[in-house]
């Protein structure tokens, strides 16, 4: 057991207070991992804001790296000094969607995340005798989090742990929806509405698929130049400009793929007038719980299609590896995610920024 400095969300809607917590030792197949860097991501934001229902009090926090610093019982794959990068989706690969091919649906993930808990049922973490919830079996706003061996994914020397930390969401979605849950093909066009840490990763996948003309849509001006450095062809200012008519001057009868990236409902619809007949919506940003989408039903008699994509279909362990090769070899960027840097204490400005738009990804240093 051991005390640890966290960020902690009582209620929607309210401030997440920092304050020391308890964190208990790792049980049987989990470790304790010392972070180092945490991104701030919209699903971070949605639950401080009460657009996705969780259990409260819980610890915030689902992307990020760190070092082992313990390891429990059955714990085989890494070990104390080992660099890890951490996985929202700690798949068990018996369940039934495991056992398909589908980890990133894991049964058992999914049980822990709808519950606060880790993979025994209870939490490694309070205040007195107050039982504080796991984000996604991370809560990486901490000092030091408890982990299933699952969660994380050993990562070598030379990548900088500040900015490996998007790999666990905004890389991993952002890549995966491209390769994996799509299967963007050479010459096929793109186009991908908001240009955040998901948004700029279906970009820059998208151009090593091939794909052209690749278009980034954004309501700000910087994040559509940051997004052409990713691979974008072209660049359309939804504020200022008609999407659809400059979507359809661009390429013809509208794009293969729209990748929507931002989770709000009018978006989606947004993106739906902008594939051509036989195209693709694929939905990668998180809505919140209730909202709804309304399309016209006689368009699929053109047979356009919606696709749903969660964590980019990705299958962790198999494409973490995969990615760290491309950056190494200089066929992938991470270092042009992160715009802003800041301690623990500065969450809410953090969130602020998610807010307002401003930037890309931030990032806290612990």
Same mark, same amino acid.
């Given at each position: 057991? &051991? ?27 989990? &470790? ?26 819980? !610890? ?7 070092? !082992? ?53 209870? =939490? ?14 991370? =809560? ?105 008519? %400059? ?7 509208? !794009?293969?793929?729209?990748?929507? %990236? ?20 694929? !939905? ?6 209730? =909202? ?39 066929? &992938? ?22 807010? =307002? ?10």
């Amino acid at each position: 057991m &051991m005390r640890t400095k966290a960020a902690v969300l009582y209620e929607a809607g309210q401030v997440a207070v920092i304050e020391e917590i308890v964190l208990d030792t790792p049980h049987r197949g989990e &470790m304790l991992v010392r972070m180092e860097a945490a991104g701030v991501c919209h699903s971070d934001l949605h639950v401080r804001d009460g657009h996705l229902p969780e259990p409260l009090p819980m !610890v915030l926090g689902h992307e990020g790296t760190g070092v !082992v610093v313990e390891v429990g019982p059955g714990v085989t794959d890494l070990q104390p000094g080992d660099r890890v990068v951490l996985t929202l989706v700690p798949a068990c690969g018996h369940c039934y969607f495991c056992r398909r091919g589908e980890p990133h649906l894991c049964a058992t993930s999914g049980v822990m995340a709808a519950g606060g808990v880790l993979g025994d049922g209870t =939490s490694r973490m309070r205040i007195g005798t107050q039982t504080l919830h796991h984000f996604n079996s991370v =809560s990486c706003f901490s000092e030091y989090i408890v982990v299933p061996q699952e969660g994380a994914a050993k990562i070598p020397d030379d990548v900088p742990l500040e900015i490996a930390a998007l790999l666990g969401c905004a890389v991993v979605t952002g890549v995966g929806a491209v390769e994996r849950t799509a299967g963007v093909r050479p010459a096929e066009s793109v186009a991908v509405i908001g240009c955040g840490g998901v948004g700029l990763n279906i970009i820059q996948a998208a151009s090593l698929s091939g794909a052209y003309p690749i278009i980034a849509i954004d309501v700000r001006t910087d994040k559509i130049e940051l997004a052409k450095t990713f691979g974008a062809s072209h660049g359309i200012n939804s504020r200022d400009q008609d999407a659809y008519a %400059a979507i359809h001057e661009i390429a013809g009868y509208g !794009v293969d793929w729209a990748f929507e %990236a931002l989770g709000n409902p009018r978006t989606i619809e947004q993106a739906w007038g902008l594939i051509r007949a036989g195209g693709t919506v694929v !939905v990668v940003g998180l809505s919140p719980k209730g =909202s709804r989408v309304s399309l016209p039903a006689f368009d699929f008699i053109s047979e356009k299609n919606i696709r749903g994509c969660f964590y980019g279909s990705s299958r962790f362990h198999a494409d973490v590896p995969q990615i760290l090769k491309r950056i190494q070899a200089g066929r &992938m960027r991470i270092d042009g995610l992160v715009s802003h840097s800041v301690p623990l204490e500065g969450l809410e400005t953090a969130f602020e920024r998610l807010r =307002s738009g401003d930037g890309a990804r931030t990032i806290i240093h612990f």
